[in-house]
């Protein structure tokens, strides 16, 4: 909050004309074309209607960025530090999946809703978003209006650049759109410490017609936003937080002190209540006889707190990836909520939706409505109040042919039949009710003794053994092999499509583009990622592989059985292999994803130590196999995410080969993850760095669809 609301009200770091004189460009200037007052003569000629037509909302961000400074970008499109949650969001959505039912009527389809006694045109909400007029001139004014004009509520944020009155007025005076309800206002506040200026604001909010209070309660503090921080992000001068000086002016009335607007960011972290604590919610309920939703809830503790207080709803949110880092998907929580609310209040959520079948997977999880945050300020700064209405336009055809499809021909019809959850999700709680994952078929028979636990070779119960490093090269990689690098399987491209390119150019652009010599081999569907020296190239022969699948996939023939036996019984193939061109295979790095035993953990094979020699005794060199094995080195560490990897360092010799291997394991929802690396010992010197960089880098993401036995599920 302190560095927001500091930065806000400080006024902008450098006055625009150095800033383009710095930028030496026409380009910064027309960033200013929304945003200084230099510029707002360019401004006289408003945006009026998206400047294209576009398929989907999430065309839309990259038009809008140049339209807007880097500062107000990076402010509207960032999250909080590495920004994992603002990915996952977007991710987690893609993970569940719709079950249609078909042959039901769908000749007309009824989007609209009841929520809290309100009628709404579809289950969609604005979102709260701070300082619009960044956008456009209009800011608030032209989304509040283009939200009554399509008949959703508007929810204005404390932290706008047009006051509470501004808005109600605007609505007000709208002409009214296609949409016969009364416009919808609703307002997010921030409990003050001083209850008297809060219970100030809370009478002007109902006065001028607002019909609930949404109560933000994920950010005591601003997140890190780093964006922000590297681009010095404050507000221009010519624009304020406008319902701050209603603060001040209450807080200067009740005190008898003058506080000057300007001079109000110094003291503004003393207004916000950062010991805010539950006893508000019953207070504020007295306060006010508005509708009181909480926003930011993510915890089935904290929603069953919630309204035992006295909660009207529930927004589950994490603030768009911009409060507490690694917090889960808000769509993820979403089912466990429900279980816990049993319906006595309306649930919202929000955070990555730009589809309608978003829309529709949060319904059948168990959603009253969602917002939509982002996509509208896209819109806004394309289009204005117009270019808003044909965003919208655009998300309501998505959701009423979607729901057509899907079979339902009313929203109070989309039920959790019509979702499939991904498995583990959500968060591997299972006491939430959620399907246990999926249990690939039986490879061959089972085996007469089950072998202990700690057994490493029988670990992977489908598909075989823990690959032998030996094989995990299935063929050797060709001198002509082409260097499909990190976009096996489209994975870049997929990725560069999700946000508007704006994930690639943060901190995964080495999917792309070689960075200080390595590349990164981002599987999404498998949920793992490492980099590899840039120069190798991808293994020709699984792409091919892959692709025949998907063509098998495809065929209309049903496979013959004989071919489907031996697939089944091959060993796992690796998900992923590099290595340098040329190479018969033995040099190579290589990820395998194989199922594993339930409750399989890693601690339970001992130290990292001891699990690494039963491996080489067992598995790489069981007596009589001519083979000798030297274990060098072993260890473990955790991601940021707390997921615990072992790894270990060794050498296999025989009378063919004298080979130094690298490799790293992780086990996660049923599944070990084993990168490794090897390479003949005569180019070990050459290849160290490489591989303890690829080792040390090898992560399992949350975000990952991690299904058992992968390549089948292309
Ligand atoms: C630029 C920006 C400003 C925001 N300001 C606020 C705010 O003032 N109050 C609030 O409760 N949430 C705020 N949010 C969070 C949104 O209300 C919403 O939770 C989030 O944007 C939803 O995610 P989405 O942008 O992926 O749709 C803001 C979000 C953005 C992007």
């Avoid at 992000?233 to 209450?250: D, F, G, R, V, W």
């Avoid at 929203?411 to 709680?429: A, S």
């Amino acid at each position: 909050m302190l560095i927001a609301v500091s930065g806000a009200l400080g006024g902008l770091a450098l006055p625009a004309t150095v800033l383009v004189a710095a930028a030496g460009a026409g380009r910064l200037l027309q960033h200013f074309v929304h945003t200084s007052a230099a510029a707002s003569s360019s401004a006289s000629k408003p945006r009026n209607g998206l400047p294209k037509r576009y398929s989907n909302l999430e065309e839309l961000e990259a038009d809008a960025q140049p339209l807007l400074t880097p500062q107000a970008y990076g402010y509207y499109a960032g999250g909080s530090d590495n920004e994992w949650t603002l990915v996952e969001n977007k991710a987690a959505l893609g993970r569940y999946r719709l079950l249609p039912r078909v042959l039901v009527d769908v000749s007309s389809v009824d989007m609209s809703t009841t929520l809290l006694g309100q009628r709404l045109a579809s289950p969609i909400l604005f979102a709260p978003m701070a300082q619009q007029r960044l956008c456009h001139p209009d800011g608030e004014l032209a989304m509040a209006r283009a939200a009554a004009s399509t008949g959703l509520p508007y929810i204005l944020s404390t932290m706008a650049t047009s006051s509470i009155q501004e808005v109600a007025e605007a609505v007000a005076q709208a002409p009214a759109g296609g949409w016969p309800s009364d416009p919808t206002l609703w307002f997010q506040i921030y409990v003050l410490k001083r209850r008297d200026v809060t219970e100030v604001m809370i009478r002007e909010v109902e006065r001028l017609g607002y019909k609930a209070l949404i109560v933000t309660v994920d950010a005591p503090r601003l997140g890190h936003r780093e964006a922000d921080e590297k681009n010095k992000y404050s507000l221009p001068p010519h624009l304020s937080m406008k319902n701050l000086e209603l603060i001040t002016k209450a807080a200067a009335t009740t005190e008898g002190v003058a506080t000057e607007g300007s001079k109000f960011g110094r003291h503004f972290s003393d207004l916000f209540d950062q010991r805010l604590t539950w006893e508000f919610l019953p207070w504020l309920k007295k306060a006010s006889k508005l509708p009181v939703l909480l926003k930011g809830i993510l915890s089935p503790d904290d929603a069953r707190k919630a309204v035992e207080l006295g909660a009207d709803g529930i927004i589950i949110s994490n603030h768009g990836g911009r409060q507490l880092n690694y917090s889960p998907a808000a769509v993820d929580m979403l089912p466990a909520i429900a279980e816990a609310v049993q319906g006595r209040v309306p649930l919202l959520v929000d955070g990555g939706i730009t589809r309608g079948t978003d829309v529709i997977k949060c319904l059948a999880l168990g959603a009253s409505a969602v917002l939509v945050g982002r996509p509208l300020l896209w819109a806004l700064t394309l289009g204005g109040q117009k270019g808003v209405e044909e965003a919208m336009d655009l998300l309501h055809y998505e959701l009423e042919l979607s729901m057509a499809l899907l079979g339902c021909s009313s929203v109070d019809q989309i039920t959790r039949d019509f979702v499939i959850q991904p498995p583990g999700y959500p968060l591997d709680r299972g006491d939430d009710g959620s399907q246990p994952p999926e249990q690939p078929p039986a490879a061959t028979p089972p085996p007469a003794a089950t072998p202990p636990l700690t057994d490493p070779a029988a670990m992977v119960v489908y598909g075989g053994r823990l690959p032998p490093a030996r094989r995990l090269i299935v063929s050797g990689l060709t001198a002509s092999a082409i260097a499909l690098g990190g976009n096996l399987f489209g994975v870049t491209s997929w990725l560069l499509g999700l946000d508007g390119g704006r994930l690639a150019e943060s901190s995964r652009l080495d999917v792309l583009v070689p960075v200080g010599g390595f590349r990164r081999c981002l599987d999404a569907q498998n949920g793992f990622t490492f980099v590899y020296p840039a120069r190798w190239l991808a293994d020709q022969t699984l792409y091919r592989r892959y692709a025949e699948r998907i063509e098998r996939q495809a065929a209309l023939d049903p496979p013959s059985l004989a071919r489907e036996r031996t697939r089944r019984a091959a060993a796992p193939e690796p998900a992923a292999a590099y290595g340098p061109a040329g190479s018969t295979g033995e040099e190579n790095i290589s990820v395998v994803v194989a199922p594993i035993r339930d409750g399989f953990t890693l601690q339970r094979m001992g130290s990292p130590e001891e699990a690494a020699q039963r491996f080489l005794d067992t598995t790489v060199a069981p007596e009589g196999s001519g083979r000798t094995a030297r274990l060098l080195g072993a260890g473990s560490r955790r991601d940021a995410n707390g997921q615990l990897y072992y790894w270990q360092e060794f050498t296999v010799q025989s009378d063919a080969f004298n080979r130094h291997n690298l490799s790293v394991y992780s086990a996660r929802n049923g599944l070990l993850y084993t990168l490794n690396a090897q390479c003949p010992q005569e180019r070990w010197a050459a290849d160290e760095a490489g591989f303890r960089r690829a080792a040390e880098s090898f992560t399992i993401l949350n975000s990952g669809v991690a299904t058992a036995g992968f390549p089948d599920r292309l």
